[in-house]
């Protein structure tokens, strides 16, 4: 069953520290969940009953801009839509707005909640906010192991980027990680290790050559693993390409 946001009421932890006084931070789930756009809190579905009426949180380093909303402009949803990205993607991953950065905001979360987020800049300037980067994070980006899709088999593939991810793991026997940057770090390659058999690193032909040296690193490690190389990224490809692709190669 899907889930969806029921309705906002005031996050206990903000209101600790004398914010949301306007009382709808925390969005509240139709599972039982919660979770505050603000300060990142987060009460899972199961846990709902044991923390209610005895939060105890700390405050988080890493928030979202204060300003996300998970109504998405008319321009975020065709940006989205040039790779494939359904409604029901967005509400997977909580793709969020900031109107105020003019950004996409793909949050990332762990058991514990929020670990950080990167933005996608879509503005054009004319409010005054014009970013060197398309992208920004906040957070330890390159530390996260962020998985998206199927974790029940034994391999995982790799990308640059969460769209990409995201447009990989529309295969409902994949499981795919974005690196969220350029380097896949030998921690990162450890703690997939534990999870996983067999790994494919798939990025664009101008990254060829440090996806085939991530690769080696891998199998030094005792992870098999290969090397996916297409002219572009997998979200410049189409869902039914994107298929035949993987269809050479055994991520069951």
Same mark, same amino acid.
């Given at each position: 069953?899907?889930?969806?946001?029921?309705?906002?009421?005031?996050?206990?932890?903000?209101?600790?520290?004398?914010?949301?006084?306007?009382?709808?931070?925390?969005?509240?789930?139709?599972?039982?969940?919660?979770?505050?756009? /603000?300060?990142?809190? &987060?009460?899972?579905?199961?846990?709902?009953?044991?923390?209610?009426?005895?939060?105890?949180?700390?405050?988080?380093?890493?928030?979202?801009? /204060?300003?996300?909303?998970? @109504?998405?402009?008319?321009?975020?949803?065709?940006?989205?839509?040039?790779? *494939?990205?359904?409604?029901?993607?967005?509400?997977?991953?909580?793709?969020?707005?900031?109107? +105020?950065?003019?950004?996409?905001?793909?949050?990332?979360? +762990?058991?514990?909640?929020?670990?950080?987020?990167?933005?996608?800049?879509?503005?054009?300037?004319?409010?005054?906010?014009?970013?060197?980067?398309?992208?920004?994070?906040?957070?330890?980006? #390159?530390?996260?192991?962020?998985?998206?899709?199927?974790?029940?088999?034994?391999?995982?593939? &790799?990308? #640059?980027? @969460?769209?990409?991810?995201?447009?990989?793991?529309?295969?409902?026997?994949?499981?795919?990680?974005?690196?969220?940057?350029?380097? =896949?770090?030998?921690?990162?390659?450890? /703690?997939?290790?534990?999870?996983?058999?067999?790994?494919? =690193?798939?990025?664009?032909?101008?990254?060829?050559? #440090?996806?085939?040296?991530?690769?080696? @690193?891998?199998? &030094?490690?005792? &992870?098999?693993?290969?090397?996916?190389?297409?002219?572009?990224?997998?979200? *410049?490809?189409?869902?039914?390409?994107?298929?035949?692709?993987?269809?050479?190669? @055994?991520?069951?």
């Amino acid at each position: 069953m899907t889930t969806h946001c029921t309705h906002h009421s005031q996050c206990p932890e903000c209101a600790r520290i004398g914010h949301d006084r306007d009382g709808n931070n925390l969005a509240v789930y139709s599972d039982g969940s919660c979770w505050c756009f /603000r300060c990142g809190y &987060l009460v899972s579905a199961s846990g709902i009953k044991k923390l209610k009426g005895r939060v105890s949180v700390p405050t988080r380093a890493i928030v979202l801009p /204060r300003d996300v909303d998970e @109504t998405l402009p008319v321009k975020a949803w065709s940006y989205l839509g040039n790779y *494939e990205l359904t409604p029901h993607d967005v509400l997977l991953n909580t793709i969020l707005w900031s109107q +105020d950065q003019q950004r996409l905001i793909f949050p990332y979360f +762990d058991s514990t909640g929020l670990l950080g987020w990167q933005g996608r800049y879509l503005g054009d300037g004319s409010n005054g906010f014009a970013p060197k980067a398309k992208w920004f994070g906040r957070g330890k980006l #390159e530390q996260m192991l962020h998985l998206i899709g199927n974790r029940q088999g034994r391999s995982c593939i &790799l990308t #640059e980027d @969460t769209i990409s991810a995201i447009k990989v793991a529309h295969n409902p026997y994949i499981c795919a990680s974005p690196i969220l940057g350029s380097h =896949i770090s030998t921690n990162r390659l450890l /703690r997939l290790k534990l999870l996983f058999d067999t790994i494919y =690193i798939w990025l664009d032909k101008d990254k060829q050559k #440090e996806a085939v040296q991530f690769s080696r @690193t891998a199998q &030094l490690l005792g &992870l098999n693993s290969s090397v996916i190389i297409t002219d572009t990224d997998p979200k *410049e490809h189409t869902d039914n390409q994107i298929k035949d692709i993987l269809d050479g190669f @055994t991520t069951t």
